[in-house]
């Protein structure tokens, strides 16, 4: 029905960046919001930054003011500008999407597969 392809991890330095991306596809009707979560070894999934249809979006504190989430809704896809990346950023990253699809009355949540993020020098 709906898949989520994640793309943009990699190995950076500490200070460096990276740009994620996530690409949804297939039967969608309404996409309502978008996010990224991220999970680290012997840690829960937690929200990184998410935007909605109406552009609200949300950041957890630790990555205020050196990631930014953006969108692009013709193309279905958002993006994940992540600056200043400390060690602690490592992780795996998750695109999220709560969808609509075009088979169903109501919207869901999606996961993509991960794509993992390391900071290390």
């Known amino acids: 029905q709906v898949q989520l392809v994640e793309s943009g991890g990699g190995l950076v330095q500490p200070g460096g960046s990276l740009r994620l991306s996530c690409a949804a596809s297939?039967?969608?009707?309404?996409?309502?919001?978008m996010g990224w979560y991220r999970q680290a070894p012997g840690k829960q999934r937690e929200l990184v930054a998410r935007?909605?249809?109406?552009?609200?979006?949300n950041y957890a504190d630790s990555v205020k003011g050196r990631f930014t989430i953006s969108r692009d809704s013709a193309k279905n896809t958002v993006f994940l500008q992540m600056n200043s990346l400390k060690p602690e950023d490592t992780a795996a990253y998750y695109c999220?999407?709560?969808?609509?699809?075009?088979?169903?009355?109501?919207?869901?949540?999606?996961w993509g597969q991960g794509t993992q993020v390391t900071v290390s020098s």
């Open positions: 999220n999407a709560d969808v609509q699809p075009t088979t169903r009355w109501f919207s869901s949540n999606y």
């Open positions: 935007v909605t249809s109406g552009d609200s979006t």
């Open positions: 297939g039967s969608i009707l309404r996409i309502n919001a």
